[in-house]
């Protein structure tokens, strides 16, 4: 065997293991949360988690950031039924999660198509009137089996709320719509969300939406970090977001899942003690305006 033939069979050979090596998942460290069926966790801080400032003039708002890692696509819309994966959600305020999409979409977007979703709702519309961005993946495209990267920056201010979002370091263009996000006493939850139903649409599209017929449902797969920050931590264009995510001057809540999978609860590394709790897929009765607070809410749900 010539010296030649040797070694283009060892290229050949390194060309291959790198391609299997490449195409191997991810690893998935100890330390993560996994969704469950009808799980979610919460943390219930009313007014912490909508806008860091409180002041529509003034505010900073805020960058929520997580990585993620899917194990499975979610399935395409089946006639009315369109199933979300809750990974972030405040209700009345803004939401992150990933959905298929049924053949004949509003976008236009063919079967197959699966959407990363960030919708903002506004205190007058109710849910993504002008206020919902997305990125589409084309069928075989949607990221599998390995670590995502997701962040949503939102900001309230005189001339409406401020948008933007990344995903896997790419970012679209800041977004402006004139609504107001809406500002609730609603828990944030975090990889799933529990069903709610209402009796009237004063809720407006949320009620079939996001807690109604379909809801959002957990996702399938694993969340490391998640970080929220005071103010908007991006600019316009590429990020190079590190994978282990530090607690910086302006960090509200970070979130690293140090307990592993299945613990009790999961501390706020950031000290500022909003810790996260799991919640299981307990139904709650109707609640009958939107005026129910939200300590209604909690006192048949937690």
Known sequence: MTFNTILSMTLIAAILAAKSAFAQPEEIPPDVFEAKPGGYLYADYPGVFDDAEGDEARGDGITIEMWVYFTEIPPERQSRHWEHWALVAKPASYFISAAGRPLEDASGDPEGHTKLIFAVEDTEEGCCS??????????????????????????????????????????????????????????????????????????????????????????????????????????????????????????????????????????????NGYTLFPGGSLPVQPLATRATTWGSLKRNTF
Do not use: C
Not at 183 to 189: G, S
Not at 240 to 265: D, M, N, S, Y
């Open 130 to 271: 002008r206020g919902e961005g997305w990125m589409s993946y084309e069928p075989g495209e949607f990221p599998l089996k390995r670590w995502l990267h997701i962040a949503y920056q939102l900001v309230v201010k005189k001339d409406g709320t401020h948008r933007t979002q990344f995903l896997d370091r790419f970012g679209g263009g800041r977004r402006r719509f004139s609504g107001k996000m809406g500002r609730t006493e609603a828990p944030l939850f975090i990889g799933g969300a529990p069903t709610v139903t209402f009796e009237n649409d004063e809720w407006g599209t949320w009620n079939t939406d996001f807690f109604g017929n379909p809801i959002l449902e957990s996702m399938k797969g694993y969340i490391d970090d998640i970080r929220i920050t005071k103010g908007w931590r991006y600019g316009p264009g590429n990020i190079r977001p590190q994978r282990k995510f530090r607690v910086e001057e302006r960090t509200i809540a970070l979130w690293r899942f140090e307990e592993g999978p299945g613990a009790p609860f999961y501390r706020d590394s950031s000290r």
